[in-house]
């Protein structure tokens, strides 16, 4: 189910994506630049913008299509192929995952910034974990092989991201409660 709703979310920011660029540059080339945008996505190392490439790429190829942006049951063969092929360029370095788990981490709360709705950090993080998990040996995202195993190792650190947002014991309660007024008598 989550892979469907941000497959289904990929299609309309593709579809948004594509009106907007018609209507800032008419008469150009719309294909083309769609096209670039979604072959730059596939080098990210994160499930939705891999989603993005794949929803703009079927915008332009094919954007009345019955198919869906991803099939949800992938044959285990067909990943284990992937799996054998990926884990070949292992070791991953940390700090690279380290850099992606913060750059997932940044984009989820600023998402979450509109709605003003913090206390939800956790669970979309762990949602983001989750559809990692799935894509990263999905043989439907353009992926290179270096990429997916950025998605591999960023899945535990999102976890541990989870459970650092998730701690609430009586001092994280109490130093949340105690914030605003820190500081307010120094001047």
Known sequence: MLLEAAASEAISAAWWERVD???RR???????LILGKAAELAFS??????????ALEKGVRDPDGPEPLVDTSVPPE???VIAKRVFRHAPHHASETEALVVRIEERTAR????????DLLPQR???????????????AIPAGDKVRLAMLCSVPKLLE???AHSGDGPLRILARWV?????????
């Not at 998402?111 to 913090?118: E, F, G, S």
């Open 111 to 118: 998402q979450l910034d509109r709605d003003t709705r913090y």
């Open 179 to 187: 914030a605003p007024f820190v500081g307010r008598g120094t001047s």
């Open 45 to 54: 190392p994160i499930g939705r913008d891999q989603l993005m490439s794949l």
């Open 161 to 163: 991201r989870v459970e």
């Open 78 to 80: 067909e990943r284990a």
């Open 26 to 32: 008419p008469g150009e080339c719309h294909a083309d």
């Open 21 to 23: 660029l018609e209507a």
């Open 125 to 139: 993080i762990r949602q983001e974990a989750a559809l990692q998990e799935i894509l990263w040996d999905h043989p």
